[in-house]
């Protein structure tokens, strides 16, 4: 069971918009401590996506943004496409364990 | 040019103790804020974090699992060590290590991960 909480999948139509959930806590989420988001397509490494909550590396697309809300997280990709299809992680530091945590995954599918 | 690569035993016995390398180059785990982590992902399943070491050489361990992890640096040969012991099946997973150049920054590069299973 994993501190943070994801839904185990969403799906969307290309060119829609989907958002991805991570709830957590007042020790992780909720503490504004460092909150990540992650894409892993299957046979390759995680790649980060949104960092710091809304920030994106250089080279990610801005059809992904990342939002906070009290202890939840959340990733949102607009004008979805066919390569966006993957597996997507939160990550937050946890203050309470002393470390960090990931969500369980949610694994988009574009249909 | 930043890279990651983990080597290791691709199988190891059960009760065994593992030992992982991550060797880096493009950075120095010297420079202050940075720090190398490891990450483990069974089959199938999610990312679980295992540790990390910064630039100052402070570690930090998953709670679940620090009595049996240890992390380490060797700066001058750029390589970060992590060894678990007492292998269990369950450890059967591929092992990412990955950077983060700020503590604020996320983990934004990642090696391509090593295959580890345990088994008899």
């Known amino acids: 069971q994993s501190v943070l909480t994801q839904p185990p999948s969403v799906s969307g139509a290309p060119g829609q918009r989907v958002t991805i959930s991570c709830t957590g806590g007042?020790?992780?989420?909720?503490?504004?401590?460092?909150i990540h988001w992650y894409q892993q397509v299957p046979g390759a490494p995680p790649k980060l996506l949104i960092y710091?909550?809304?920030n994106r590396p250089s080279g990610v697309p801005d059809r992904f943004s990342g939002s906070k809300s009290g202890a939840s997280a959340s990733l949102a990709i607009t004008g979805l496409q066919a390569e966006d299809e993957a597996d997507y992680y939160c990550?937050?530091?946890?203050?309470?364990?002393?470390?960090?945590?990931f969500g369980g995954g949610t694994k988009l599918t574009v249909l | 040019q930043v890279t990651l690569r983990e080597s290791g035993p691709a199988l190891v016995k059960p009760t065994q103790t593992l030992t992982l390398t991550c060797t880096f180059s493009?950075?120095?785990?010297?420079?202050?804020?940075?720090?190398v982590s490891w990450i483990r992902q069974p089959p199938g399943k999610a990312l679980e974090w295992l540790a990390l070491?910064?630039?100052?050489?402070?570690?930090y361990y998953s709670t679940s699992l620090k009595t049996r992890l240890t992390i380490s640096k060797d700066a001058s040969k750029n390589q970060v060590v992590l060894t678990m012991t007492n292998m269990d099946t369950v450890d059967t997973a591929t092992y990412y290590c990955?950077?983060?150049?700020?503590?604020?920054?996320?983990?934004?590069?990642w090696g391509q991960g090593t295959t580890v299973t345990v088994s008899s």
């Open positions: 007042s020790s992780n989420i909720g503490a504004d401590n460092g």
């Open positions: 493009g950075f120095s785990l010297s420079t202050s804020g940075m720090s």
């Open positions: 070491i910064d630039w100052d050489a402070d570690k």
């Open positions: 990550q937050a530091y946890d203050s309470s364990l002393s470390g960090w945590v």
């Open positions: 990955a950077r983060i150049r700020n503590p604020g920054y996320g983990m934004d590069v």
């Open positions: 710091d909550k809304t």
